[in-house]
């Protein structure tokens, strides 16, 4: 299909291990956000890629997260000595671009616990 | 600091009758509303939005209405469909540093009762 696609769509990992997640959005679309909502919570941002820009990442809740954006398309989002309050489901979104009120197409999710 | 809030966890509803879901906001820097709808085991879909120079949208059987003096918006669906049950969000936009914020609210899960 054409939509955001996310890998894996299911994630268990130990305590202290790393994590790598996958998002590829939308061709064409140049903006692409990463979200996470844990039970019971909002989504939240964790951080904005703009084409070729310095990402925003003013939402990345500790220095143990980081994400890349390879040639303006696929991104990864790594979660490095993963703790049990990181299990949340791992969101992805890209839009056309990133102007007002731009809709939002958002993957599957990855579901990521951590034991 | 909730800055988008949605304060019904959830809500049920009759088929036929009218849905309301209600959001609050605390930044009167928003400049844009969206909602979103999510099914279990998806991610949200895009359902309608209302820019803050307006004061309703509607879109078939959806309509949200902005009342900016009170900071809240609401999300009128009319009438109700089973298929309408699902978690609503809230999102509100506003720029900073050159770019477009997106904050959500916590969602409501609408039941619509057959």
């Known amino acids: 299909g054409a939509g955001v696609s996310q890998s894996p769509s299911n994630k268990v990992t130990e305590k202290g291990k790393d994590v790598e997640l996958r998002c590829d959005p939308i061709?064409?679309?140049?903006?692409l956000y990463w979200y996470r909502q844990s039970l019971g919570q909002g989504l939240e941002f964790l951080i904005y890629?703009?084409?070729?820009?310095?990402?925003?990442k003013s939402g990345l809740p500790s220095d143990r997260f980081s994400a890349e954006r390879t040639g303006g398309s696929v991104s990864t989002l790594t979660i490095q000595r993963t703790q049990q309050e990181d299990s949340a489901v791992y969101l992805c979104?890209?839009?056309?671009?990133?102007?007002?009120?731009?809709?939002?197409?958002f993957g599957p999710g990855t579901r990521l616990l951590v034991l | 600091d909730q800055q988008v809030k949605q304060n019904s966890p959830s809500l049920s509803v009759q088929e036929g009758r009218i849905s309301i879901l209600n959001c609050d906001y605390t930044?009167?820097?928003?400049?844009?509303f969206l909602w979103y709808k999510k099914y279990p085991a998806e991610g949200p879909t895009f359902l309608i939005s209302?820019?803050?120079?307006?004061d309703k949208n509607e879109d078939g059987r959806f309509t949200v209405f902005l009342n900016k003096s009170a900071k809240h918006l609401s999300l009128h669906i009319v009438p109700s469909q089973p298929g309408d049950s699902a978690v609503y969000f809230c999102?509100?936009?506003?720029?900073?540093?050159?770019?477009?914020?997106?904050?959500f609210g916590t969602g409501t899960r609408l039941k619509v009762l057959a």
């Open positions: 890629f703009q084409g070729n820009s310095a990402p925003d």
């Open positions: 930044n009167s820097m928003f400049d844009y």
């Open positions: 061709s064409g679309h140049t903006a």
């Open positions: 979104a890209s839009s056309l671009s990133p102007g007002r009120g731009e809709t939002q197409y």
């Open positions: 209302i820019s803050s120079i307006k």
């Open positions: 999102a509100a936009s506003a720029r900073a540093s050159g770019t477009y914020k997106y904050i």
